[in-house]
């Protein structure tokens, strides 16, 4: 039986990486609001893209080995984005101010908890039912945030299908 194909791996090499691009500078939107907020010059903001998907690049196997090595940290990546979200959230509804100092203590916290977490049974016996009732409240969450997602992605999703048309389309010549 035949696997079907991806449409990334029909478009061969070139719309990989294409792809890949695109997604790095997605994902790079916070370097691109923190360059703005140091400086209105383009260049700037463009050496600040630039260095945030360098860095990411670097970074990344770094990570994965520290994964490999600690393989709860996975799953603390998710509370941490989370734990962040808490703090933006907190300060834009209650004008009170996280310090930086704060936010630190409070990753180095979680991710310290959640490495002790993953290396003590008993520790994880008595959290279970804590951890299970997380899970059952987290699940309506994650399907809300995933639609809504895919209803703003939607548009851009549209968008590269026509481009992707254009681009296939034979030039008369």
Same mark, same amino acid.
């Given at each position: &039986? $035949?696997?079907? $194909? ?7 090499f070139?719309?990989? /990486? ?6 790095? *500078? =997605? *994902?790079?939107?916070?370097?691109v609001?923190?360059?703005?907020? !140091?400086?209105p ?7 600040? #893209? !630039?260095?945030?998907?360098l860095?990411?690049?670097f #970074?990344a ?6 994964i490999?090595?600690? @393989?709860?940290?996975?799953?603390t990546?998710?509370? *941490?984005?989370?734990?962040?979200? /808490?703090?933006?959230? /907190? ?8 310090t930086?100092?704060?936010? !630190?203590?409070?990753?180095?916290l979680?991710t310290?908890?959640?490495? /002790?977490? =993953? ?7 008595? +959290?279970? @039912?804590? $951890?299970?009732? &997380?899970?059952?409240l $987290?699940?309506? #969450? ?5 639609? +809504?997602?895919k ?5 851009f999703? &549209?968008l &590269?299908? #026509?481009?992707i048309?254009? !681009?296939?389309? @034979?030039?008369?010549?």
């Amino acid at each position: &039986m $035949m696997e079907q $194909m991806t449409p990334l791996r029909r478009e061969g090499f070139w719309a990989t /990486v294409i792809a890949i691009e695109i997604m790095d *500078l =997605s *994902l790079s939107v916070d370097n691109v609001v923190a360059a703005v907020a !140091f400086s209105p010059k383009l260049w700037v903001v463009c050496t600040g #893209v !630039f260095i945030g998907i360098l860095a990411l690049r670097f #970074v990344a196997g770094f990570c994965i080995k520290l994964i490999e090595q600690f @393989p709860i940290l996975e799953h603390t990546a998710f509370l *941490l984005i989370g734990y962040v979200g /808490v703090v933006l959230v /907190v300060e834009l509804t209650t004008h009170v101010e996280v310090t930086a100092v704060q936010k !630190f203590i409070g990753i180095l916290l979680i991710t310290f908890l959640t490495i /002790v977490y =993953s290396k003590s049974a008993g520790l994880q016996k008595v +959290l279970q @039912p804590i $951890m299970k009732g &997380m899970v059952w409240l $987290m699940r309506p #969450v994650a399907f809300l945030i995933g639609l +809504l997602l895919k209803i703003m992605i939607w548009p851009f999703k &549209m968008l &590269m299908q #026509v481009l992707i048309r254009q !681009f296939k389309k @034979p030039q008369n010549a």
